[in-house]
């Protein structure tokens, strides 16, 4: 296992850890986020790092072959000098040349595999931050949602269909009261007459009216006579 995927398993169990006593989810997701998003930077340097050793030894290599190939001709140029010592010298140094050019070559494709195996887990990285980035949206509008439900729930339950039909009955209660007390009102500022005063003043003026027709037919009957 690399060192990245341990380092993200860690703060995934913390995560999960976290999560079954966190208030809110989505501060803790934002969180987490950001240490993976400081865990990729982290794992981008360290492969830039391992780059650049590896392009230092790729260089080394190439300094160490040409040295080697520099020293075998001149160690030809000697003996055609006749100068056998010196080309004795020359074959030692391209030897030594030739063994640092084996180590640097070792090195670099050492290099080169660990190169590719952060670049894999870096990979691996940026496509789980991706997944857990859109997972976290995805979260974030359950706990808006679900926040909205318990709000309009809570609200229901504060509203009981018995509470509110009785707050109604004493709003009725009170408004009937009230008509009660201007009805009162005006029949004690004479605005209004009741039902039997009306009543006596039609049975009265009725009447009046016999009394004049009966007056009227007397007139009538003296004028025959």
Same mark, same amino acid.
């Given at each position: ?6 380092? *993200? ?22 969180? =987490? ?11 981008? *340097?360290? $492969? ?13 290599? @190439? ?27 020359? %074959?030692?140094? @391209? ?17 080169? /595999?660990? /190169?590719?195996?952060?670049? +894999?887990? !870096? ?5 789980? =931050? ?7 949206? +995805?979260?974030?509008?359950? $706990? ?14 504060? !509203? ?14 009170? $408004?009937?009261?009230?008509?009660? &007390?201007?009805? $009162?009102?005006? &029949? ?5 007459? *009741?039902?039997?005063?009306? !009543?006596?003043?039609?049975? =009265? ?5 016999? !009394?004049? %027709? ?6 009538? +009957?003296?004028?025959? &006579?």
């Amino acid at each position: 296992m690399g060192l990245f995927k341990r380092v *993200s398993d860690n703060i995934r169990a913390n995560l999960n850890a976290l999560l079954d006593k966190a208030e809110d989810p989505e501060k803790l997701l934002d969180q =987490y986020l950001r240490d993976m998003e400081e865990d990729i930077a982290d794992a981008e *340097s360290a $492969v830039a790092r391992q780059l650049a050793v590896a392009w230092k030894f790729k260089a080394q290599l @190439k300094d160490a072959l040409a040295a080697a190939e520099k020293r075998e001709a001149q160690a030809l140029e000697a003996l055609k000098r006749e100068r056998e010592d010196l080309a004795r010298k020359a %074959l030692e140094d @391209k030897r030594i040349q030739k063994a640092k050019a084996d180590d640097y070559h070792q090195q670099f494709d050492n290099c080169n /595999v660990m /190169v590719e195996e952060l670049r +894999t887990e !870096l990979q691996e990285m940026k496509k789980e =931050y991706e997944k857990l980035r859109l997972k976290r949206d +995805t979260l974030s509008a359950r $706990v808006q949602s679900a926040k909205a439900q318990k709000e309009i729930y809570g609200f229901a339950n504060g !509203l009981k269909p018995d509470s509110a039909r009785r707050n109604f009955e004493r709003m009725e209660e009170k $408004v009937l009261h009230l008509e009660a &007390e201007a009805q $009162v009102a005006r &029949e004690l500022s004479g605005k209004e007459k *009741s039902l039997d005063q009306e !009543l006596e003043a039609l049975g =009265y003026q009725d009447d009046e009216i016999d !009394l004049e %027709l009966a007056k009227l037919k007397k007139s009538l +009957t003296k004028a025959f &006579e």
